[in-house]
Protein backbone atom coordinates (compact mmCIF):
# COMPACT_ATOMS: atom_id res chain seq x y z
CA UNK A 1 0.00 0.00 0.00
CA UNK A 2 1.47 3.54 -0.68
CA UNK A 3 0.66 6.65 1.30
CA UNK A 4 -1.24 9.69 1.05
CA UNK A 5 -0.76 12.14 4.13
CA UNK A 6 -2.47 15.28 4.63
CA UNK A 7 -0.90 17.59 7.07
CA UNK A 8 -4.04 19.79 7.89
CA UNK A 9 -5.69 21.52 10.28
CA UNK A 10 -7.29 24.98 9.26
CA UNK A 11 -5.82 26.75 12.61
CA UNK A 12 -3.39 29.13 11.81
CA UNK A 13 0.04 29.14 13.49
CA UNK A 14 -0.20 25.37 14.28
CA UNK A 15 2.71 23.79 12.74
CA UNK A 16 1.14 22.26 9.61
CA UNK A 17 4.59 23.34 7.61
CA UNK A 18 6.90 22.13 10.24
CA UNK A 19 5.58 18.94 10.57
CA UNK A 20 5.21 18.51 6.61
CA UNK A 21 8.76 19.51 6.17
CA UNK A 22 10.33 17.57 9.17
CA UNK A 23 8.67 14.32 7.86
CA UNK A 24 9.89 14.81 4.24
CA UNK A 25 13.40 14.96 5.76
CA UNK A 26 12.85 11.53 7.78
CA UNK A 27 11.34 10.11 4.43
CA UNK A 28 14.56 11.50 2.63
CA UNK A 29 17.07 10.09 5.18
CA UNK A 30 15.12 6.70 4.72
CA UNK A 31 15.31 6.48 1.03
CA UNK A 32 11.26 6.52 0.79
CA UNK A 33 10.63 7.61 -2.58
CA UNK A 34 7.84 10.33 -1.71
CA UNK A 35 6.73 14.07 -2.71
CA UNK A 36 6.39 16.97 -0.82
CA UNK A 37 3.38 19.25 -1.99
CA UNK A 38 1.74 22.11 -1.15
CA UNK A 39 -1.60 24.15 -0.80
CA UNK A 40 -0.39 27.06 -0.91
CA UNK A 41 1.20 28.77 -4.42
CA UNK A 42 4.15 30.29 -2.26
CA UNK A 43 5.36 27.10 -1.07
CA UNK A 44 6.53 26.97 -5.21
CA UNK A 45 9.28 29.12 -5.05
CA UNK A 46 10.86 26.35 -2.45
CA UNK A 47 12.47 24.36 -4.08
CA UNK A 48 12.04 21.73 -1.42
CA UNK A 49 8.56 21.24 -2.32
CA UNK A 50 7.87 19.06 -5.17
CA UNK A 51 4.49 20.45 -6.62
CA UNK A 52 1.51 22.49 -5.76
CA UNK A 53 -1.73 21.04 -5.45
CA UNK A 54 -4.40 24.44 -6.36
CA UNK A 55 -7.61 23.13 -4.57
CA UNK A 56 -9.56 25.06 -6.66
CA UNK A 57 -8.54 23.75 -9.69
CA UNK A 58 -7.04 20.25 -8.24
CA UNK A 59 -7.88 17.39 -10.83
CA UNK A 60 -8.44 13.48 -10.22
CA UNK A 61 -5.48 12.90 -12.76
CA UNK A 62 -2.62 14.79 -10.92
CA UNK A 63 -3.23 13.30 -7.41
CA UNK A 64 -3.15 10.05 -9.64
CA UNK A 65 0.45 11.10 -11.72
CA UNK A 66 1.92 11.66 -8.47
CA UNK A 67 1.03 8.69 -6.47
CA UNK A 68 1.71 6.50 -9.62
CA UNK A 69 5.59 8.26 -9.60
CA UNK A 70 5.67 7.48 -5.95
CA UNK A 71 5.52 5.66 -2.82
CA UNK A 72 3.90 8.17 -0.73
CA UNK A 73 2.50 11.67 -0.98
CA UNK A 74 3.11 14.08 1.83
CA UNK A 75 0.46 17.79 1.04
CA UNK A 76 1.31 20.18 3.48
CA UNK A 77 -2.12 21.36 3.45
CA UNK A 78 -2.81 25.51 3.42
CA UNK A 79 -4.71 27.31 6.33
CA UNK A 80 -8.80 26.45 4.97
CA UNK A 81 -8.11 24.21 2.38
CA UNK A 82 -8.88 21.21 4.79
CA UNK A 83 -12.62 21.52 4.19
CA UNK A 84 -11.91 21.93 0.41
CA UNK A 85 -9.84 19.04 0.46
CA UNK A 86 -12.92 16.69 2.03
CA UNK A 87 -15.04 17.85 -0.29
CA UNK A 88 -13.00 17.17 -3.44
CA UNK A 89 -12.55 13.58 -1.59
CA UNK A 90 -16.47 13.39 -1.61
CA UNK A 91 -16.86 14.85 -4.86
CA UNK A 92 -14.69 12.25 -6.67
CA UNK A 93 -15.56 9.35 -4.52
CA UNK A 94 -11.10 9.37 -3.51
CA UNK A 95 -12.00 6.75 -1.13
CA UNK A 96 -13.03 4.42 -3.53
CA UNK A 97 -9.81 5.57 -6.26
CA UNK A 98 -7.35 5.19 -3.44
CA UNK A 99 -8.51 1.67 -2.60
CA UNK A 100 -8.57 0.72 -6.04
CA UNK A 101 -5.04 2.47 -6.30
CA UNK A 102 -3.98 0.19 -3.52
CA UNK A 103 -2.99 3.78 -1.38
CA UNK A 104 -4.11 4.60 2.23
CA UNK A 105 -5.20 7.91 3.12
CA UNK A 106 -3.15 9.42 6.85
CA UNK A 107 -4.43 12.47 8.33
CA UNK A 108 -1.45 14.16 10.21
CA UNK A 109 -2.69 17.12 12.18
CA UNK A 110 -0.58 19.17 14.58
CA UNK A 111 -2.40 19.71 17.62
CA UNK A 112 -1.42 22.51 20.91
CA UNK A 113 -3.43 22.95 23.50
CA UNK A 114 -5.63 25.28 22.65
CA UNK A 115 -10.00 25.50 22.29
CA UNK A 116 -9.95 26.16 18.97
CA UNK A 117 -7.19 23.76 17.97
CA UNK A 118 -9.16 20.85 19.21
CA UNK A 119 -12.33 22.25 17.56
CA UNK A 120 -10.54 22.05 14.15
CA UNK A 121 -9.66 18.54 15.05
CA UNK A 122 -13.24 17.26 15.85
CA UNK A 123 -14.46 18.83 12.46
CA UNK A 124 -11.42 17.00 10.32
CA UNK A 125 -13.00 13.68 12.14
CA UNK A 126 -16.28 14.83 11.40
CA UNK A 127 -15.21 15.43 7.58
CA UNK A 128 -13.44 12.01 6.84
CA UNK A 129 -14.49 10.12 9.23
CA UNK A 130 -13.19 6.75 8.56
CA UNK A 131 -11.62 7.72 5.00
CA UNK A 132 -8.50 8.09 6.67
CA UNK A 133 -6.24 6.83 9.20
CA UNK A 134 -5.17 9.46 12.19
CA UNK A 135 -2.09 10.71 13.27
CA UNK A 136 -2.37 13.36 16.18
CA UNK A 137 1.16 15.63 16.27
CA UNK A 138 1.27 17.01 19.53
CA UNK A 139 3.31 20.43 19.30
CA UNK A 140 3.87 22.44 22.43
CA UNK A 141 2.81 25.69 21.29
CA UNK A 142 1.45 28.05 23.28
CA UNK A 143 -2.62 28.74 22.01
CA UNK A 144 -3.27 32.13 20.50
CA UNK A 145 -6.19 34.08 20.86
CA UNK A 146 -8.42 31.00 22.85
CA UNK A 147 -8.32 29.88 25.90
CA UNK A 148 -6.18 26.92 27.07
CA UNK A 149 -7.43 22.75 26.78
CA UNK A 150 -6.03 19.79 27.73
CA UNK A 151 -6.21 17.32 25.56
CA UNK A 152 -6.25 14.22 27.29
CA UNK A 153 -10.19 13.53 27.99
CA UNK A 154 -10.90 16.02 25.88
CA UNK A 155 -13.53 15.77 23.10
CA UNK A 156 -11.32 15.80 20.28
CA UNK A 157 -9.04 13.08 21.90
CA UNK A 158 -12.05 10.73 22.18
CA UNK A 159 -13.14 11.41 18.64
CA UNK A 160 -9.57 10.19 17.62
CA UNK A 161 -9.59 7.73 19.96
CA UNK A 162 -12.93 6.09 18.46
CA UNK A 163 -11.39 6.43 15.18
CA UNK A 164 -8.04 4.70 15.91
CA UNK A 165 -5.36 7.70 16.04
CA UNK A 166 -2.17 6.99 16.94
CA UNK A 167 -0.70 9.62 19.04
CA UNK A 168 3.13 11.18 18.66
CA UNK A 169 4.90 14.32 20.76
CA UNK A 170 7.13 16.28 18.11
CA UNK A 171 9.54 18.58 20.40
CA UNK A 172 9.92 22.03 21.36
CA UNK A 173 11.85 24.37 20.00
CA UNK A 174 15.27 24.76 21.85
CA UNK A 175 16.45 28.43 22.68
CA UNK A 176 19.16 27.83 21.11
CA UNK A 177 17.24 27.17 18.01
CA UNK A 178 15.09 30.01 18.67
CA UNK A 179 17.59 32.66 19.19
CA UNK A 180 18.96 31.36 15.61
CA UNK A 181 15.84 31.48 13.83
CA UNK A 182 15.35 34.99 15.30
CA UNK A 183 18.90 36.19 14.25
CA UNK A 184 18.46 35.55 10.81
CA UNK A 185 14.93 36.44 10.41
CA UNK A 186 13.81 32.74 9.44
CA UNK A 187 11.23 30.61 10.59
CA UNK A 188 11.91 26.41 11.15
CA UNK A 189 9.68 25.44 7.99
CA UNK A 190 12.02 27.70 6.12
CA UNK A 191 15.22 26.74 7.60
CA UNK A 192 13.99 23.01 7.31
CA UNK A 193 13.43 23.54 3.80
CA UNK A 194 16.75 25.13 3.41
CA UNK A 195 19.29 23.71 5.38
CA UNK A 196 22.12 23.21 3.29
CA UNK A 197 22.14 27.03 2.63
CA UNK A 198 22.30 28.19 5.85
CA UNK A 199 24.42 29.42 8.60
CA UNK A 200 26.37 26.39 10.47
CA UNK A 201 25.38 27.25 13.71
CA UNK A 202 21.53 27.80 12.35
CA UNK A 203 22.23 24.18 10.49
CA UNK A 204 23.11 22.11 13.17
CA UNK A 205 20.48 23.74 15.75
CA UNK A 206 17.58 22.56 12.88
CA UNK A 207 19.09 19.58 12.30
CA UNK A 208 19.52 18.55 16.00
CA UNK A 209 15.32 19.59 16.40
CA UNK A 210 14.87 17.28 12.74
CA UNK A 211 16.56 14.43 14.84
CA UNK A 212 14.45 14.57 17.36
CA UNK A 213 10.93 14.62 15.51
CA UNK A 214 12.47 11.85 13.64
CA UNK A 215 12.32 9.73 16.91
CA UNK A 216 8.88 10.55 17.17
CA UNK A 217 7.85 9.86 13.83
CA UNK A 218 9.89 6.35 14.28
CA UNK A 219 6.65 5.24 16.49
CA UNK A 220 4.10 5.64 13.96
CA UNK A 221 5.88 3.44 11.16
CA UNK A 222 2.65 1.86 9.75
CA UNK A 223 0.31 5.24 9.14
CA UNK A 224 3.20 6.73 7.68
CA UNK A 225 5.56 4.05 5.75
CA UNK A 226 4.38 2.24 2.85
CA UNK A 227 4.87 -1.13 2.41
CA UNK A 228 6.84 -0.52 -0.85
CA UNK A 229 9.73 0.67 1.50
CA UNK A 230 9.33 -2.29 4.04
CA UNK A 231 8.94 -1.51 7.72
CA UNK A 232 11.72 -4.24 8.58
CA UNK A 233 14.80 -1.17 8.85
CA UNK A 234 12.55 1.04 10.81
Known sequence: MKKLILVLNDLEGCGKSATACALSHWMRDREINHALVSSDDKATEDSFYTGYWDMEDLEVAQVISTLDKNDAVIVDV???SARA???FCEAHEIDLLLSEL?????LLIPEHPGERCHDEIIDLAELFTDQADYIIAHLPIEPRGCGAA????SQAAKAID?????EINLPAMTSELETA???????LPEA?????NLPRFVEI???QWLASAGKAFDKSVTYLVPEEAGLGTF
Open 85 to 87: WSD
Open 150 to 153: KWKK
Open 162 to 166: YLGGQ
Open 205 to 207: TAT
Open 181 to 187: LDSHGIT
Open 102 to 106: DVDMT
Open 192 to 196: LCDLA
Open 78 to 80: ATG
